[in-house]
């Protein structure tokens, strides 16, 4: 099993520690040692993670909810167990409240559909933000199409932050529905959510928050936010690639239809009625990705050991400083520039692609984002077509915040400018 | 020469900071879109082919400096050239990128085109190298249809 830190949470996150745990970051790039700042793409994977995987398959591989043999109830209750650490870690109220999804993608859709195809007609209203994410855009678009609601969108100001004021008269009592991110996968706006969440109720409206890009770096606690629902991703959480996060009150999820139709999902079956289960069991048509929630579920009890708290703080730092190096180099223009940010940063050299930063940076074993991050939106709000995007997680450091810098002054000298 | 220095040569540089031939051509009797949504370079491509003969061959857009250079580069080459030795040109532009053997392309034939073999390396950048190119042959078959992408 991995180690992570135990001490106290007042004591500084020990990152060389921490580096141990993750394999992969010994690993070579093109002779240098890899500099791992595509965080916001995907996270690494701790050994315990890599081990809980490997004891499950090795130990309790069987499917759920069925077999009567020793393996099938291993497995039924280690995905049990899964939900469990899930929901402890959002502080949802019920287990229930925690269904598992392939990841945030299809926690959105299923939301969409489930709730917004049969809440939404024509003339509702359903409110995002430019800066979300594509995953938290095309859903909405096509439930839009199918209901006649129409799609409302809460500009973005120069500095990348939401206009909060356009927001408040973009509520209305027409909209039902408003879908937004914790964190900007794109340029690492922090939104207030919790404000959000509060004018949206008041005005009768259900809030979906995008937690892709913040799960992994500060504590969420899905009670006091009082979100009506949120989506994550187990791979951006040091967790496998395949599995995810809805959370849904259990009201609003009890009220819902299937989502899809299958095994596992239902009451009964009979060609005149089918009755299906409750919630969460009605979400999950299908063997789920046991694996995964085995998996995620050890990497959110990595992220407790070393506690959440320390890695936001830790992070701040090393997100000052990346920030205030990156700036330090002459030509580098910063997009998004909000006074509340994290994780991640995006920049463009003028006279560079982003796309050969990213080709230049990997040459140096630095490996970043370069292209629009799937907000098209966003890079068409700022006027560039793409972006190099640097993003950290809690294993990063300020040497390779160091080489990141390095590699970007070289990327200037190659195209000379 | 590191491999970074191959693929980002001085021409690469110059064309890439200096496309020639930039620009909507007016005069043009074929056109097509070449688009990567995934990466985001996006270039259209104008020709004026007459009697078997590619005329004036323009482009523009806005795309990586490899896309950027092998377009810049392409207009040069394949003007003058009848349709058969343009077609030619851009099987051995693909051999050199993508072929499943490097050697197979005498990079003498392609004088100066033969800077763009070093995408070769990178596969991540080598649908960048080609999408002018097919984007040209798009606009060559006068299939203006949905645009042409070199990503998948």
Redesign the interface.
């Given at each position: 099993m991995g180690v992570a830190t135990t001490e106290p949470t007042c004591l500084p996150l020990d990152v060389d520690r921490i580096r141990r745990d993750f394999p992969i970051l010994s690993a070579q790039v093109h002779g240098h040692p890899l500099v791992y700042l595509d965080n916001a793409a995907t996270s690494q994977k701790p050994s315990a993670v890599l081990d809980a995987l490997y004891a499950y398959y090795t130990q309790s591989n069987s499917n759920i909810n069925r077999g009567v043999h020793a393996l099938g109830e291993r497995a039924t209750d280690a995905y049990a167990k899964a939900r469990d650490v899930v929901q402890s870690f959002l502080n949802a109220q019920s287990v229930g409240e925690i269904v598992f999804t392939r990841g945030t993608t299809e926690a959105v859709n299923l939301v969409a559909q489930a709730y917004g195809g049969s809440h939404l007609k024509a003339g509702d209203r359903v409110l995002i933000s430019q800066m979300e994410h594509h995953s938290n855009i095309v859903p909405w678009q096509m439930v839009c199409q199918q209901t006649g609601a129409d799609l409302d969108v809460i500009p973005v100001s120069d500095d990348g932050e939401l206009m909060m004021g356009r927001f408040e008269s973009q509520l209305t009592d027409r909209t039902k529905i408003v879908a937004i991110a914790h964190i900007s996968n794109a340029i690492g706006t922090v939104n207030p959510v919790s404000k959000i969440i509060q004018a949206a109720h008041a005005n009768g409206a259900v809030v979906l928050m995008d937690a892709a890009q913040s799960a992994s770096h500060m504590a969420i606690d899905v009670q006091s936010l009082d979100c009506d629902f949120l989506a994550f991703s187990g791979h951006k959480t040091y967790g496998p690639t395949g599995i995810g996060v809805l959370y849904g009150k259990a009201a609003l999820l009890a009220d819902m239809a299937p989502y899809q139709g299958g095994g596992a999902m239902i009451r009964s079956v009979d060609f005149d009625q089918t009755t299906y289960r409750d919630p969460p069991d009605r979400f999950e048509a299908g063997t789920p990705n046991i694996a995964g929630a085995v998996g995620l579920a050890a990497a959110i009890g990595y992220m407790n050991q070393v506690g959440l708290s320390r890695i936001s703080a830790y992070e701040a730092g090393l997100l000052d400083y990346a920030l205030q190096e990156l700036e330090s180099v002459g030509k580098v223009r910063l997009i998004g520039r909000a006074s509340n940010r994290a994780a991640s940063i995006s920049f463009v050299i003028d006279g560079i692609h982003p796309h050969d930063i990213g080709t230049v940076l990997d040459d140096a074993g630095v490996a970043i984002r370069a292209g629009h991050h799937c907000a098209q939106p966003l890079m068409n709000r700022f006027g560039v077509p793409a972006t190099a995007r640097a993003s950290i997680a809690m294993y990063n450091t300020k040497q390779e915040v160091d080489a990141l810098v390095g590699a970007v002054q070289r990327a200037i000298e190659v195209f000379g400018i | 020469m590191?491999?970074?220095?191959e693929?980002?040569q001085d021409i690469i540089?110059d064309h890439s900071?200096q496309p020639r031939n930039f620009g909507e051509l007016s005069a043009a009797n074929r056109h097509a879109n070449g688009y990567n949504p995934?990466?985001?370079?996006?270039i259209e491509v104008w020709a004026q082919i007459d009697d078997d003969l590619v005329g004036k061959v323009q482009f523009s857009g806005?795309?990586?400096?490899?896309c950027?250079a092998s377009a810049s580069m392409m207009t040069q080459a394949v003007q003058g050239k009848s349709n058969e030795a343009a077609g030619v040109l851009f099987e051995q532009m693909r051999q050199m990128l993508v072929g499943a053997d490097e050697g197979d392309v005498g990079q003498s034939e392609l004088g100066k085109l033969a800077a763009l073999g070093g995408v070769r390396r990178?596969p991540?950048?080598v649908k960048?190298a080609t999408l002018p190119w097919h984007t040209f042959k798009a606009a060559m078959e006068e299939n203006n249809g949905q645009p042409v992408t070199t990503e998948q």
């Open positions: - | 590191t491999d970074l220095t693929l980002y540089l900071k995934l990466c985001g370079d996006h806005s795309a990586c400096a490899i950027t990178y991540m950048r960048c």
